[in-house]
Structures are given as structure tokens and as C-alpha cells.
């Protein structure tokens, strides 16, 4: 489903990645560990198109995504949950997942997202800077699943993430 070929990526003068392979089937997790600044969330960044590849292959199914940008991206089928969470402050719990929200999911819809995380429907009209830390990093992983992804990227995914209710998700489905 998704396999990285030889990936270099530069930021700055800084050579990166130097030549990254992965390989993740359908319907399995792949697990990068590293101590920090080796570069895992910059090969997370490179597959999901916020930091260009100077070289190397991004394969999802038979199409090479290596450089293309985000949003074609996540039209192939890529959820990305940012280290940080990147939640918007100033919207609301539902507007955070609104705004990822392109067309009516075919998956997942609100009502959906809400029944698996019962500790969003409880802040849902709340302000995205408003939740936990932990409830945040759901809102992320919501925000990423309501695209319909066939890949999710977790970056840091269990960061802040200690309430059982809140990881409840992950440890069904992975
Ligand atoms: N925009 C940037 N400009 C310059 N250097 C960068 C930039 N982004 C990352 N780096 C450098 O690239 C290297 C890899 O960073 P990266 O964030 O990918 O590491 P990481 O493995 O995710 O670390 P952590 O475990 O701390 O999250 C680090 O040395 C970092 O300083
Ligand atoms: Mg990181």
C-alpha cells in the first residue's frame, strides 16, 4: 500500500533523509523509532508532501507522490496527524474537523467520529484550545480520518494520550 524507495530530503543546507526505505502492506502498522532529531517526522513530512524529497520514490498503490502537494495528497488517501497537533485554536471542535472535511465522508461521518470518541461529542462546540492535550491529539486523529484516509501517519500519537477513553480507538484499530 504505501512504500518509500531511496528518499532524500534536504531542509536547509541539511541532508536529512539519506536514502529512508520503507514499506508498509494493507492492513498493517509500521512503527519508526529514533532517538530525537534523527528524522522520523521529516519522513513523515516527505510523504505527505510538506517537505519535498530531493530524490527517491512515494508509492501509494501504483502512484509515485514523491513531491506532489498535501492536499493531492490526501486526495489519494493519506491522513496525517502532525506532531503537535496543530489544532485551530479559534474554531471549534467541530469546525476543526469541518475544515478537513472536503465532501460528506463516505466512512466517516461526524455522528461517526463522535460515537468512537465520546469525549469530543462532549466538547464539540467547544474551542479547539479548549480540550486536553490528550483530547486534542483525538481531534487530530479525527480530523485526519473524516478525509477518508486508506493510510493514516501518526507523528507522535501518544503524546498526551494517557485516558483510556481517548486511546480506546487506537488499540481496537491500530
Ligand atoms: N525546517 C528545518 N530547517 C532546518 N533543519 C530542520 C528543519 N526541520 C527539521 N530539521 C532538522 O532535521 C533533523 C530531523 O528532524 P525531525 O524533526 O525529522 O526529527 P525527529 O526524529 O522527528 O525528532 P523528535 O523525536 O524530536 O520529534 C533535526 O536535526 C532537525 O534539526
Ligand atoms: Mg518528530
Redesign the pocket.
Known amino acids: 500500500m504505501l512504500r518509500i524507495d531511496g528518499l532524500h530530503t534536504y ?4 541532508h ?2 539519506q536514502g529512508v526505505d520503507l514499506e508498509v502492506p494493507p492492513g498493517r502498522i509500521a512503527v ?1 523509532l ?12 516527505s510523504i505527505i508532501g510538506l ?1 519535498s524529497p530531493r530524490s527517491g520514490r512515494v508509492l501509494l498503490g501504483d502512484k509515485d507522490v514523491a513531491g506532489w502537494p498535501p492536499h493531492r495528497i490526501v486526495r489519494v488517501g493519506v491522513g496525517y496527524v502532525p ?1 503537535g497537533r496543530m489544532i485551530f485554536p479559534d474554531l471549534t471542535v467541530v469546525e476543526n474537523i469541518q475544515v478537513a472535511q472536503r465532501l460528506p465522508a463516505k466512512q466517516w461521518s461526524m455522528e461517526r467520529l463522535f460515537t468512537l470518541f465520546p469525549s469530543l461529542a462532549e466538547r464539540r462546540r467547544n474551542k479547539g484550545a479548549q480540550p486536553s492535550g490528550g483530547e486534542q491529539q483525538v481531534l487530530a486523529g479525527a480530523r485526519a480520518l473524516v478525509t477518508d484516509p486508506k493510510v493514516m501517519l501518526l ?2 500519537p501518544s503524546q498526551g494520550s494517557s485516558n483510556s477513553r481517548n486511546t480506546s480507538y487506537y488499540e481496537r484499530h491500530g
Open positions: 531542509c536547509g543546507h541539511g536529512i533523509l519508526v529514533g532517538r530525537n532529531g534523527v528524522g522520523k517526522t521529516t519522513t513523515l513530512r517537505a506532531e507523528d507522535e
